[in-house]
Each structure stands twice: as C-alpha cells, then as structure tokens.
C-alpha cells in the first residue's frame, strides 16, 4: 500500500520569504500523480499544483514550486515571496496512474508572520 | 463555474439520528469522492462513483454507512444510526473521469452529539 508521509506538524514564515515543505511517500509503481492541496481555515481543499511522476520537469504555479525527486520518493513544495494568505494547512497526496484514490499525508500547517 | 456543492454546511445531531449529506459534483464531471477528514485519521476514501456507479467502497467504515448517486448531478452520503464517533468533516470531490484532478467542495462539518 501507498503511504505518504509530511514529517513537518508545523512551519512558519516571515511575510516575503520562502519557506518548503516536505513530502515523502513509498510506491511501487512507476507511474502516479503527486498533489498538494492547500485547506486554510474555511476547511476547503484547494488544489495547489500537481506532478506527474513521468516528467522530469518540476512544476510550477506562480509562487509555488515543487522539487521531485523520484529516486529519492521525495516532493516538496516551496513557497516564495510567502504571504499572509498562504497561512493554512498543506497536503501532499499521492494517485497511482489506473486508479482514483487518494492518499493523503498527515498535513503541515504554516504559519505566515507579519 | 460553479464548484463542487455541499449541503448542509455544518450539521448538528444527536446520537441515533440519521444524517444525511449532499454533494453536487461541478457539472460534466464523471467521477465523484466521499472523504472524511478527522484528527486521529486525517483524509480518508469513503467511496467513489464513476459515471454513477459505485467502483470502490472498502473504505466506507461499517453498515451504518451508504451512499447513493442516483443521477450525474447528485450524491449522498447518509449516516443511520449516528455515533459520536461519526463526527468529522465530511468532503466530497469530483473529477473530470477517472485519473484525472479531483476538485473538493467545502465540507460538511458533522457532530454527532
């Protein structure tokens, strides 16, 4: 079965600076989809940026980024130019290429200081 | 567009009652996600529907527990009889089909008293 592990409860950052939080997960499969999801305090899960495993080139959207590292099973997600918004708590999650489940990580709250 | 539609938002119950929750997928997807999110368990599969069929319900918790999609525009998840244990926030997402991004909507908060 596919685990995902967010290592990190908590994070926080100064307004402007950049902060990553990180992500593992532990797969067999060669082919799957990686997720972060941000849920600020309305508890909505908002899709922040996806990564498919076949390409090479991490993705990006706007202030978010991601570092995927196949090899190592790892998929960060780095926040530049961090601002007060951003403050929620973060999901990495994992898809296998044929199926629908999501496996989700126990979350990483940020906190964004003024 | 219209995103992912829960009702109610936030439910309150006694133990014993029957809750039901409703989710109207955004229009044209195919595929539709009942999830539970609490602090012990986090993010947890329910049940999933494709084209209104039911393909994977192992994660549903016991037979107090179902689920319907009756037609392309509606789902429900319904509770019978509740327990405290129930309570969590209860999600639903759709997809364009299956394997492709799943959209939540904003929840159900449930407490079952």
């Known amino acids: 079965a596919q685990t995902v592990t967010q290592s990190q409860p908590e994070m926080s950052v100064q307004e402007a600076e950049t902060v990553t939080l990180s992500c593992t997960y532990d797969?067999?499969?060669?082919?799957?989809?990686l997720f972060w999801y941000k849920q600020p305090p309305s508890r909505q899960m908002i899709l922040v940026i996806r990564?498919?495993?076949?390409?090479?080139q991490n993705a990006t959207e706007n202030r978010f980024s991601v570092n995927f590292q196949k090899a190592a099973k790892s998929f960060s997600l780095k926040i530049s130019d961090s601002q007060l918004g951003d403050a929620a708590m973060y999901f990495c999650a994992y898809r296998n290429n044929a199926g629908n489940m999501l496996t989700f990580g126990g979350g990483t709250r940020l906190m964004v200081k003024p | 567009d219209a995103g992912v539609i829960q009702s109610p938002r936030h439910e309150v119950t006694e133990m014993g009652q029957e809750v039901t929750l409703r989710c109207k997928p955004i229009s044209g997807h195919n595929s539709l996600f009942w999830y539970r999110q609490t602090m012990m368990r986090g993010l947890e599969l329910l049940i999933y529907?494709?084209?209104?069929?039911?393909?994977?319900d192992s994660g549903m918790p016991e037979d107090r527990f179902s689920a319907k999609m009756p037609n392309a525009s509606f789902s429900t998840l319904k509770i019978q009889p509740s327990e405290p244990r129930d309570s969590a926030v209860y999600f639903c997402?759709?997809?364009?089909?299956?394997?492709?991004?799943?959209?939540f909507g904003p929840g159900t908060r449930l407490l079952v008293l």
């Open positions: 797969t067999s499969e060669s082919d799957y989809y």
């Open positions: 529907f494709n084209n209104n069929v039911p393909i994977d």
């Open positions: 997402a759709s997809s364009l089909a299956q394997g492709e991004t799943q959209y």
């Open positions: 990564q498919e495993a076949y390409k090479q």
